[in-house]
């Protein structure tokens, strides 16, 4: 990008985003990049990165990388790996020296690609500071592509139908100068497991027994049922962040409730049973869509 054209945009970034229409050049423009090259204040990339649990054991990837700041952050001060892409060649070598230059180019690294056709399968944790029409455009791939349990933080900008797991909004004196808005909100989303469609589901122990679920789910939220001896209940208390499940069934004058993890087409953990009686195992196999 022209970096004059990039340095107005940069000025200009808040007054852009306000106005009502966007001459086309423009606007095709915003769709390939992201939108403009703003510096992100350390100040939240230190609060994105705490806010995702990052540390030794992650692998952080930044789409719209920039200067490289988070990945960099990430593996300096977090010991995290990582890699960034970003649309600018320029940013991208600038990126790639700076980790030369912090003795950090074998943990992480920075690429010209554009955003879309980035490999996520890598990635414990996903770094954005996009436009929201990009962010919109993305919502799919990240949903479908990230493994449940992945951990997304954005800065200022969300999905659009996805409700974010998390958020926090604090002061940030110096982007007032950027954008006239002295404050920055970060969005925490953990990619949750695939919950939808039908299930087998049985107690262990004495206690044991069988139920049939039947489970609906968008995003992160879920509902259903339960059938058992011909009676069908519903699924109470339900939650679901990341792999860790937890929902409730009625049972007699009480009700069992379940918690555990997903992990593909099983499910299993610990219920608390009804009425006092104590906690026994749980599994769950998936029978149907």
């Known amino acids: 990008m022209n970096k004059v054209y990039r340095s107005v945009l940069v000025l200009l970034a808040g007054a852009a985003l306000a106005l009502p229409a966007v001459p086309p050049l423009r606007a095709a423009e915003l769709e390939r990049t992201g939108g403009p090259y703003v510096p992100t204040p350390q100040v939240v990339v230190d609060q994105m990165l705490r806010m995702a649990g990052v540390g030794p054991s992650d692998f952080v990837i930044d789409l719209g990388s920039g200067d490289g700041v988070i990945v960099l952050t990430a593996a300096k001060e977090f010991k995290a790996r990582g890699f960034g892409v970003d649309i600018d060649p320029e940013l991208v070598k600038l990126s790639n020296n700076e980790a030369k230059r912090l003795g950090l180019a074998d943990r992480v690294a920075f690429q010209v690609q554009d955003v879309f056709k980035a490999d996520l399968s890598r990635a414990t944790v996903l770094t954005l500071y996009l436009l929201p029409s990009m962010m919109s455009n993305l919502q799919a791939k990240v949903y479908n592509e990230l493994k449940p349990g992945t951990r997304v933080v954005s800065h200022d900008y969300h999905f659009g139908d996805w409700p974010a797991d998390d958020d926090i909004t604090f002061d940030v004196p110096e982007k007032e100068k950027i954008n006239g808005v002295p404050r920055a909100t970060i969005y925490l989303w953990i990619v949750p497991a695939r919950v939808a469609g039908k299930w087998r589901l049985r107690i262990?122990?004495?206690?044991?027994?069988?139920?049939?679920?039947?489970?609906?789910?968008?995003?992160?939220?879920?509902?259903?049922?339960?059938?058992?001896?011909?009676?069908?209940?519903?699924?109470?208390?339900?939650?679901?962040?990341?792999?860790?499940?937890?929902?409730?069934?009625?049972?007699?004058?009480?009700?069992?409730?379940?918690?555990?993890?997903?992990?593909?087409?099983?499910?299993?953990?610990?219920?608390?049973?009804?009425?006092?009686?104590?906690?026994?195992?749980?599994?769950?196999?998936?029978?149907?869509?």
């Open 204 to 289: 262990d122990g004495a206690a044991g027994g069988n139920y049939d679920l039947d489970i609906k789910q968008k995003f992160q939220v879920f509902e259903g049922s339960a059938l058992a001896g011909g009676r069908s209940t519903k699924l109470d208390l339900p939650g679901l962040r990341g792999e860790a499940i937890r929902f409730a069934l009625t049972a007699g004058a009480g009700r069992h409730v379940f918690s555990g993890r997903v992990s593909g087409d099983t499910m299993q953990g610990t219920v608390e049973l009804a009425t006092g009686k104590g906690a026994a195992r749980w599994t769950a196999t998936r029978t149907g869509a």
